[in-house]
DNA sequence: ACCTTTCACATAGCATGCTATGCAATTTGT
DNA sequence: ACAAATTGCATAGCATGCTATGTGAAAGGT
């Protein structure tokens, strides 16, 4: 029996496990920049799709931003909580809550992009705009790879 | 008062949005390939030290995985509380306990890592060998500018 | 020896993400 | 018109990750 098989499993090698550190890393970067304007990371990325579109429905989120509805249930009633958002109920569709920003979310606006974009700088400093674009681009591939969970897996 | 800045944050090509996506697929292809086993992402992550090297300390893992000492402290309860490991102090060092995989955790080793190896297959499947290694080299250089936090700041 | 500092770990509290489930409102099929 | 299916949202329960804090054991300085 081989305690070492042939064919080692080296995370440090493995997109997973990398995608994972990175992604880690980036919260956590953006988190301590963006939280002394009140703000967390999932609240900040739900904000980037509010403040170009006000008056969006739980479910517009959930499809934009691809996270579970009950994620962004949780999510949309923290932002409440801390007075970034309020919530009323549709005029035609009782079942829905359309969701619009106050004052005070529509003010963190710059100052939180600006922070995003500094801790994109940090991960991509050491890289020209070629090499930028092909991680972006690798990224993006390996996400819709992994999206279509039925289709046809090599 | 502009709404709609000139330089709008473009959330599908910010590299720290994107890899929050990427890393959430991540875990649920990984999760529910090795949930049949009893195993959840942390678990999995953890294992693979432990495979490699049986009897560390907690902080030993905090150093290798990069996560921090309580992240690292409630996984190992849960991987105790499911019979995966056994944690007996060390005879040396009455702070320390040294970690123990179970016969139950050596026996999932193989099923695990290919478990792993589908889940990235899935992600990398419509990339050429070189383009599969310029993603995890652009990650792996990001994860060493997200690291150095204190480091010059371009 | 003794006091301070450091180290290894545990615990509390919170945010984010998931699955599973339930409920009420709308839509659909007949 | 009405039963069945669908839709929109809430809630419970859990895993993973963080910061902050506490505790007991070991190490170091005097």
Not at 12 to 26: D, E, I
Request: charge should be negative; include cysteine; glycine fraction near 4%.
């Amino acid at each position: 029996m081989n305690n070492t098989p042939a064919d080692p499993f080296d995370r440090t090698r493995s997109a997973g496990y990398l995608a994972n550190h990175m992604a880690r890393l980036f919260a956590q970067r953006l988190h301590e920049r963006i939280r002394p304007l009140g703000l967390a990371p999932a609240q900040f990325m739900t904000l980037l799709e509010l403040w170009t579109a006000d008056g969006l429905t739980q479910s517009d989120l959930v499809e934009r931003l691809d996270v579970e509805q009950a994620t962004m249930a949780n999510t949309l009633s923290r932002m409440e909580r801390d007075g970034l958002i309020e919530r009323r109920t549709d005029e035609r569709d009782a079942r829905a809550r359309r969701i619009y920003l106050t004052a005070r979310a529509r003010a963190l606006r710059k100052p939180a992009e600006e922070a995003a974009s500094e801790v994109n700088a940090m991960a991509l400093g050491s890289m020209d705009q070629d090499e930028r674009t092909q991680l972006i681009d690798g990224i993006a591939r390996a996400i819709n790879g992994l999206k279509n969970n039925d289709a046809a897996e090599c």
